[in-house]
């Protein structure tokens, strides 16, 4: 009997009409809040592509007037960006005006290694020219050292003199080959393009280096091809590869589903098609988005099923990417989460094997490679995103952006507090569910290098980073995948009602703040007087 009371199902079934007079009872002012969420939330989404870009534009500029008006209380507004212009033709111009900067640091970096280089050679003719002097000398004092033995004591005292004198003319050769091998070494490192240098020589390129990245104007980029697409498990770091993306190539990212994700600056939800975007978001097989549309590529993104589990309860109870439920809200919630988790961690494995099984090119990345090796994991999906063989342009755009926050500030929104293998640390998965779901996923586990997860002590793993921060999987097909159009692998049986979970959980809370409330009540009335 107990164990049909704590089935899931159950508890569904019996809250569900007690679950609707919770809603009915809530105060005027959380009406009004929760309705205001609402239509704000509608009016985003029916805003359209272009208006949510403009605003959003419209938004850094004004940042940026205040970024530079607060650095500098004389500053020229009207060199803040360019006048009589939209928004998305002021994008342009700055885009230009970034690549003509760029080649402008080139060429001078290249010149500068271009007159280190003449300067070497011309060194080296020196000391080719000191050495045959040298040998010249040697020569002259063989032929003349008979002589030498019949000078008288004046003559050899001018002898010891010489003597001294090519010795050191000889360990001042030696210095010169010593240096010359201390400029090669410099040569070197002049040879390769480093983000320091390349900063420093645009101190006066206002689009660029006088303010954060965060103040820089995105813009849609007609695609060519069948799009990429960024393919992760809910809540694997989706939100958080999309926005660096997005801040270091200036490229507005889309998706296929409408995640509420606007209200955090990622204004290109909806946005799949070839005329806006060459980067999208999706979630399937693991569910539907819209509309169906040509994959040319995928980089999967991947993160270990605790912690992905774990955030996707949080999201689902409160639907929020922010709020997470209290210690006490989780223990006793921790039989719908357990019941959840057997559930999802098939949808987990089968999402992911889906993925591996496709013909088309894949890049396969990690999350908390990401955020332990952001410059190197981000770098990689650029250069396969873009299709590159050079990294060099993109190389300071990384720095710019990455180095001005630590990786937990870059997403879009304020992640909740986590870290690897934090889930399994709070005693959310007991020996017995680590059992049961651990069961099926060994070699999905393996493929991405979480064997050792399956021991639930996060203090020993080591996890060392995919082979090169990302394993390339080249493709074997030439025509584009179709994504969006059928087959889901959530099926009727790994699906949880989480409408009816929120209810329950909205319940409890209301009779939380009723009683503590009463008890509120209670402790301020005036205690009773004995009048006799």
């Known amino acids: 009997m107990k164990r049909k009371l704590t089935q899931t199902p159950f508890l569904f079934q019996n809250d569900s009409d007690n679950a609707k007079p919770a809603e009915e009872e809530l105060s005027p002012e959380k009406k009004k809040e929760l309705m205001k969420e609402r239509e704000e939330q509608m009016r985003l989404n029916m805003t359209d592509c272009d208006t949510l870009l403009a605003q959003l534009n419209t938004k850094r500029l004004y940042q940026r007037i205040k970024y530079f008006k607060k650095n500098n209380s004389n500053y020229d507004v009207d060199k803040a960006y360019a006048y009589n212009k939209n928004t998305a033709e002021i994008s342009r111009i700055e885009w230009e005006a970034l690549i003509e900067d760029y080649k402008t640091r080139r060429i001078a970096l290249l010149k500068n290694k271009e007159a280190k280089d003449a300067a070497k050679a011309e060194r080296k003719a020196n000391q080719k020219a000191n050495r045959s002097k040298k040998s010249k000398k040697n020569k002259k004092k063989g032929k003349n050292k008979k002589s030498r033995k019949t000078q008288n004591a004046a003559s050899g005292k001018e002898s010891e003199e010489t003597k001294d004198a090519e010795k050191l003319e000889g360990s001042t050769d030696v210095a010169n080959e010593k240096a010359e091998n ?4 410099d040569d070197d490192d002049d040879g390769s393009i480093s983000s320091d240098e390349e900063s420093t020589d645009g101190t006066d390129f206002e689009y660029v280096s006088d303010k954060p990245s965060r103040y820089e104007l995105l813009m849609f980029t007609p695609c060519p091809r069948a799009v990429s697409v960024l393919a992760s498990y809910p809540r694997s770091g989706n939100s958080l590869m999309r926005n660096l993306y997005e801040k270091i190539t200036l490229r507005v990212t889309g998706s296929d589903m409408m995640g509420g994700l606007q209200k955090h600056d990622l204004v290109g939800e ?17 569910r539907m988005g819209h509309p169906p549309f040509r994959v040319s590529r995928a980089v999967l993104l991947v993160r270990n099923p605790y912690d992905a589990m774990d955030s996707y309860f949080n999201l689902m109870s409160t639907s929020t990417h922010t709020t997470s439920l209290t210690p006490e809200a989780r223990k006793k919630y921790a039989n719908i989460f357990g019941e959840m988790a057997k559930r999802e961690i098939l949808v987990w494995r089968d999402f992911h094997e889906y ?15 990401l955020i332990r090796d952001t410059v190197k994991v ?5 250069k396969f995103v873009l299709e590159i063989n050079s990294m060099t342009f993109f190389e300071d755009r990384i720095m710019r952006a990455i180095g001005e926050e630590q990786v937990e500030n870059l997403g879009p929104y304020k992640a909740r507090s986590g870290g690897i293998g934090k889930s399994l640390t709070k005693g959310y998965y007991t020996p017995q569910l680590l059992h049961q779901i651990n069961y099926g996923i060994v070699g999905t586990m393996e493929k991405f290098g979480y064997k050792e997860m399956l021991i639930p002590n996060p203090k020993s793993w080591k996890l060392i ?12 097909r030439k025509e584009p995948l179709v994504i969006n159009q059928k087959g889901l692998v959530r099926g009727p049986n790994r699906q949880t009602n989480w409408r009816m979970v929120k209810m329950m959980i909205e319940k409890d809370k209301k009779e939380a703040e009723k009683a503590e409330n009463k008890k509120g009540e209670e402790e301020e009335l005036p205690k009773k007087v004995d009048l006799l």
Do not use: C
């Open 182 to 185: 201390e400029d090669g070494s």
């Open 270 to 286: 909806m946005a799949t098609g070839t005329n806006n975007v060459q980067f999208v978001k999706t979630h399937y097989p693991e």
């Open 355 to 369: 993925w591996l099984k496709q013909k088309i090119p894949l890049m396969v990345v990690r999350y908390e490679d």
């Open 378 to 382: 981000i770098s990689k999906v650029i």
């Open 465 to 476: 980073p995919l082979d090169q921060w990302g394993v390339y999987i080249p493709g074997t």
